[in-house]
């Protein structure tokens, strides 16, 4: 007799007692079905459908052309692929700085539309209605604190954020403000370890770092930096660790090798 084993879903309920358990949080980015059902297979907590998918999908030098359906595209695929992991949604650019009103909308076209089990939104102070908003209707919703990339034209830099004084009181006022809005976590990125784990302790929702050091209470990386997709990035707080774009290429190019030459399909390739 056969027992199929229930997978449980990761849930905000899972991912705080992960933090007061002391269990680190493990979160990659993900775009489609099929790299979704991999990292889901490989025991990651949370996927990101990111909209740095308008950098690594759509090539774009930034992520602010990404819009709303396409993000709904991306979330959908993933979902599908997603037994295990909770799936978390980046609203893009333009879909709820205006007003709480359109960030609602946005919000709830991406839960109907894809199945997603939470959203993600960049920034403190300026958003808190939007994310009052947003929670109120009971959908989870995660913040984004330090370098925000949708910012990134009022930076100007994606350099290290919050080193100065008043950024980092801005940032912890930011972070309680969230957690009081009723955020179930926050994305810590880009800013110096100790004040990410000032942060971390201060807070009983959990912490996501990227390039925050090791206080976390989690950690996410972009999957196709973490593969080497693109070997030409290599910021400091990434560990490498597969070097995908030269075994795609060198697979790619025997591909090429054997066509031209004839050697595939050989006999037992053919019917």
Do not use: W
Request: net charge negative; with cysteine.
């Amino acid at each position: 007799m056969s027992v199929n084993k229930e997978i449980r879903r990761v849930t905000t309920h899972s991912l705080q007692k992960m933090k007061a358990a002391g269990e680190r949080i493990s979160m990659l980015t993900a775009y489609d079905y099929s790299f979704a059902t991999l990292l889901d297979q490989a025991g990651v907590d949370v996927l990101l459908v990111g909209d740095s998918a308008s950098n690594v999908m759509a090539g774009h030098e930034t992520t602010l052309p990404i819009t709303l359906d396409q993000m709904i595209y991306h979330a959908s695929s993933v979902i599908r692929g997603a037994q295990r992991s909770m799936v978390i949604v980046d609203l893009p650019f333009g879909s709820y700085q205006s007003n709480s009103d359109i960030a609602l909308a946005s919000a709830i076209r991406i839960m109907k539309e894809t199945g997603a089990h939470g959203l993600k939104v960049e920034g403190g102070e300026e958003i808190i209605d939007s994310v009052k908003k947003i929670v109120a209707a009971g959908i989870p919703v995660m913040g984004h604190l330090g370098l925000t990339p949708q910012s990134i034209y009022q930076f100007g830099t994606y350099n290290v954020r919050a080193k100065e004084e008043a950024e980092a009181a801005k940032l912890k006022k930011d972070a309680l403000l969230l957690q009081e809005a009723g955020c179930f976590g926050v994305v810590l990125e880009k800013i110096p370890a100790a004040l990410a784990k000032e942060v971390t302790e201060s807070l009983r929702m959990p912490t996501i770092g990227i390039g925050a050091g090791g206080y976390c209470d989690g950690q996410v990386l972009v999957m196709h930096d973490m593969l080497g997709i693109n070997a030409s990035f290599k910021p400091r707080f990434l560990r490498q660790y597969l070097n995908m774009a030269t075994q795609v290429t060198e697979a790619v190019q025997q591909y090429v090798k054997d066509v031209k030459s004839g050697d595939f399909p050989n006999e037992k390739e053919s019917y």
